[in-house]
C-alpha cells in the first residue's frame, strides 16, 4: 500500500511530462507547457509540507482518503479538458493530493513497521523512484501511442480506487483532535513564492534578471524556514537544516542529492542523441541504467547486519556521487561511451546504497513526537531538490550558451560544463553525510 502511493506520485510525474506536448497539439496552449510541471510541484511540495500537520489534526486515513480524491478529480479534469488552462487545474490538484499521500505514506513506515524493518521498507520505496524514472515515459508513451493521451492521465483512476481501498483498511485513524493545530498559511505562502520564482528564473530576460529572481526565492524559502523555527506548530522538525546536528546535516544530504542529480534526468538523453548520435529508444535505455543499478543496489544493500556498516553506506552513497558526476563531465568532454555507462552505475548505486539507511538514520536521530514532521520531510525534500536541481541546470545550460550552440564542439563544451557543475552539489552532500554520520558515533 505504501510503496503504491509514492508509486502514484512517482510515475505520474514522468508520466506526465511525457504525454503533454502530444495534448497541447490537441488542445492548444503550447506556451503554458513548462506551467504544468511548475505549478504540479509547487502544489506537491507545499502540500507534503502541511502533511504532517493534517496528519496530527484529522488522522492518517482521513487525511489520505481526502488526498485521493483531490487527487482523482485533478486526473478527471486533466484528462477530459479541452484547453490547457483546465489541465493547470488538474495538474495543480494532483501535485495537491499526490504531495500529501506521498508525505503521510512516508511518515506511516516508523508506525507500521518494527525498527528493523524500515531501512528494507525505505529501500523498497527507494526502488520505486527508481522504477518510475524508466517506466514512467515508457507507459505513458504506450498507452499515447496506442489510444490517446486522455488514456495515460486516466490509468491512475483504477489505480488511485485501489489505493483507497487498501488506505481504509490498513492505515490507522487515530488523530490527535484535541489539539487546535493553526494551519501554517503564510509560511506556505512564502514556500510557495519562493519555489516559483526559483522554477522560472530561467525565464529572466538577462543574467542580472535571473541572478536577481534567484536570490529573491531565496530569500523567501528562508523567511518561511526563520518563520517556521519559531511557530508553535511547526512544518519542520526542530534543528532541520542544522549543520550541527545529524538531523540536520541528514536533511541537506536529502534535499541535494537529487538536485545533483537533476542534471542527468534533464540533460542525459538530450547528450546521448546530440553528442553520441544515438537514437531516442537507446539513449533512452542507457538513460535508464541510473535507475537499474540503484533498485539493484538497494536490494543488495537491504540486509547490512552492524550499524557500522550501515553508517558507510550513508557516507559512502554521497562519494560515489561525487565521483560518478565526476566520471559523468569527463565522458561528455571526451564523448567516450564506456566512462558513460560506469558514471550512470556508479549515480544509481550512490541513491541505493545510502537512501533507506539515510532514512533511518534521520528517523533515530527525530525525537519521537517529531517523527511524523521527518518522515512527512523526505519525499518533499526530494521532489524540490529535483525540481530546483533541474532549475539551477536549466539555467548553468542556458547561462553557458547551449540555445545559441551550432556545432558539436560547442554543444559538448556547454554540456561538460553543466555536468561538471553538479559536483557543486553533490560535493557537501558528501561532506554533510560524512559529518552527519561521525555525529551519530
Not at 507547457?33 to 484529522?58: D, E, F, P
Not at 496506442?146 to 480506487?161: E, K, M, T, Y
Not at 541537506?252 to 538523453?269: D, E, F, G, K, R
Not at 540503484?294 to 557500522?308: D, F, H, K, P, Q
Request: proline share 4%; hydrophobic share 60%; glycine share 10%.
Amino acid at each position: 500500500m505504501l510503496c503504491m502511493g509514492v508509486a502514484l506520485y512517482a510515475f505520474n510525474g514522468f508520466l506526465v511530462s511525457t504525454v503533454l506536448p502530444t495534448a497541447v497539439g490537441e488542445i492548444g496552449g503550447a506556451e503554458l507547457l513548462s506551467w504544468s510541471m511548475t505549478l504540479y510541484l509547487v502544489a506537491s511540495i507545499v502540500a507534503g509540507a502541511s502533511a504532517a500537520l493534517l496528519k496530527q489534526r484529522y488522522g492518517a486515513r482521513t487525511v489520505l482518503f481526502a488526498a485521493a480524491l483531490i487527487f482523482l478529480a485533478g486526473t478527471l479534469a486533466a484528462a477530459l479538458a479541452s484547453d490547457m488552462n483546465t489541465v493547470l487545474f488538474g495538474r495543480i490538484c494532483q501535485g495537491i493530493g499526490e504531495g500529501i499521500i506521498a508525505a503521510i505514506c512516508y511518515a506511516l513506515i516508523p508506525e507500521m513497521f518494527p525498527p528493523a524493518l524500515v531501512p528494507k521498507v525505505f529501500g523498497a520505496e527507494a526502488s520505486v523512484w527508481a522504477i518510475a524514472a524508466f517506466g514512467g515515459p515508457v507507459l505513458a508513451g504506450s498507452l499515447t501511442e496506442a489510444f490517446s493521451w486522455r488514456v495515460a492521465f486516466l490509468v491512475n483512476a483504477p489505480l488511485i480506487a485501489l489505493f483507497l481501498l487498501l488506505a481504509l483498511i490498513l492505515v490507522p485513524s487515530g488523530s490527535e483532535a484535541g489539539r487546535r493545530l493553526q494551519f501554517p498559511t503564510l509560511r506556505l505562502s512564502l514556500l510557495s513564492a519562493g519555489l516559483i520564482a526559483m522554477l522560472v528564473a530561467g525565464l529572466a530576460g538577462s543574467a542580472l534578471a535571473t541572478a536577481t529572481v534567484i536570490a529573491g526565492s531565496m530569500l523567501l524559502v528562508l523567511g518561511a524556514v526563520r518563520l517556521d523555527g519559531r511557530a508553535e506548530d511547526s512544518i519542520l522538525p526542530d534543528g532541520a537544516f542544522s549543520t550541527r546536528s545529524p538531523l540536520g546535516l541528514g536533511l541537506w544530504v536529502i534535499l541535494l542529492m537529487p538536485l545533483s542529480q537533476a542534471t542527468s534526468s534533464v540533460y542525459l538523453v538530450y547528450s546521448l542523441q546530440y553528442l553520441f548520435g544515438y537514437r531516442p529508444t537507446l539513449a533512452g535505455a542507457l538513460g535508464a541504467l541510473m535507475a537499474i543499478s540503484w533498485s539493484l543496489t538497494a536490494i543488495g544493500v537491504a540486509n547490512l547486519r552492524t550499524e557500522r556498516s550501515r553508517q558507510t553506506a550513508i557516507w559512502l552513497g554521497p562519494l560515489l556521487l561525487v565521483l560518478g558526476f565526476a566520471t559523468l563531465a569527463g565522458a561528455i568532454g571526451t564523448v567516450n561511451i564506456a566512462m558513460l555507462a560506469v558514471a550512470q552505475v556508479a549515480i544509481g548505486a550512490a541513491f541505493g546504497s545510502s537512501w533507506g539507511y539515510l532514512s533511518q538514520m534521520l528517523m533515530e536521530a527525530t525525537p519521537s513526537h517529531e517523527r511524523d514532521k521527518t518522515s512527512a520531510l523526505l519525499p518533499t525534500l526530494q521532489s524540490a531538490g529535483f525540481a530546483l536541481g533541474a532549475a539551477l541546470a536549466g539555467i548553468s545550460a542556458n547561462g553557458a550558451g547551449l540555445a545559441t550552440a551550432q556545432s558539436a564542439d560547442a554543444i559538448r563544451g556547454v554540456l561538460t560544463l553543466t555536468f561538471a557543475v553538479a559536483l557543486v552539489w553533490a560535493i557537501p552532500a558528501s561532506l554533510a553525510a560524512r559529518r552527519a554520520v561521525m555525529l551519530m558515533r
